[in-house]
């Protein structure tokens, strides 16, 4: 999609965007067609400057940059990344003790590459988890810019500067809300055994473990920790697509992937248990 974006170059928005593709002005490599120049809005020293933009554009592309595009598109524009810079994006999500007060610590952590997925826990490798960020160049969450993000800076005194795709807004502007699990559910996607397990059960889930010592509530927790993360590729692939649907340029959409197999099993008997046991807690 990138090769076909305009809005980030100087003082072009959306409308002129629009109007480019509408004359024909599909893409970066048009700017070196004579015939199409004739077409374009611009007198010549705007032309020429706009052209030297998409020089320097098709040089980061190569160069595999995203930070060059990132610090030029709007954070609405953001998804346009994705399809170009894939191998270089995690999905990520962490489970915690609660909202961020001084106590509150992270519990497990997940990473998604879209090739393998990792796991981290708190008391034996979550210092991994902050290591393994920095192995790539965007991050893909839901709701990260109000919780997941600000409270990895806190947990680990990281900066986690990496450009953000914050799925929440995405989905938002195309119409859906009602949280994750919502937009789960309204694009067709089936949590299974971990229906009606959220943020606040992943607590009692820890709380269990750290209680008893049993194993089956923290893998209980390991698999909806990890099923957040996988399903976060979907939904960016979902929004995409639905983005790019908005564009003469159909053709870009691409393939749902197939989410990899997660090493835990929920313990339906256990989910059961503890919400007969903490029904009202709320």
Not at 110 to 121: K, M, N, Q
Not at 170 to 191: Q, V
């Amino acid at each position: 999609m990138l090769r076909h974006t305009f809005v980030h170059l100087p003082g072009i928005g959306l409308k002129t965007e629009r109007s480019l593709w509408q004359n024909g002005i599909h893409s970066w490599e048009f700017f070196h067609d004579e015939h199409a120049r004739m077409l374009m809005p611009f007198g010549p020293r705007k032309y020429e400057a706009l052209r030297s933009h998409l020089e320097v554009c098709r040089e980061k592309l190569c160069a595999f940059d995203p930070a060059y595009f990132a610090g030029a598109l709007a954070q609405q524009h953001l998804w346009r990344l994705f399809a170009d810079f894939r191998q270089c994006a995690a999905f990520i999500d962490i489970e915690t003790t609660g909202l961020g007060g001084p106590y509150d610590h992270i519990t497990t952590a997940a990473l998604y590459d879209g090739r393998e997925v990792f796991y981290y826990i708190h008391g034996d490798n979550l210092d991994a988890f902050a290591m393994d960020l920095q192995k790539y160049k965007i991050l893909i969450t839901y709701n990260g810019s109000c919780f997941d993000l600000p409270f990895i800076r806190n947990y680990f005194g990281l900066a986690v500067d990496h450009i953000h795709i914050d799925l929440r807004y995405l989905l938002r502007s195309l119409g859906y809300g009602g949280g994750l699990k919502g937009c789960e559910k309204s694009l067709g996607l089936d949590r299974a055994e971990l229906n009606g397990v959220d943020g606040y059960f992943a607590v009692l889930l820890w709380r269990e473990y750290r209680k008893t010592g049993n194993v089956k509530a923290l893998e209980t927790l390991l698999a909806y920790n990890m099923a957040d993360t996988v399903n976060l590729e979907t939904l960016m692939v979902q929004a995409f697509n639905m983005k790019v649907s908005e564009t003469p340029f159909h053709e870009l959409r691409i393939p749902l992937p197939c989410p990899p197999p997660i090493p835990f099993k929920p313990d339906a008997a256990l989910i059961d248990e503890l919400q007969q046991s903490y029904f009202g807690a709320f």
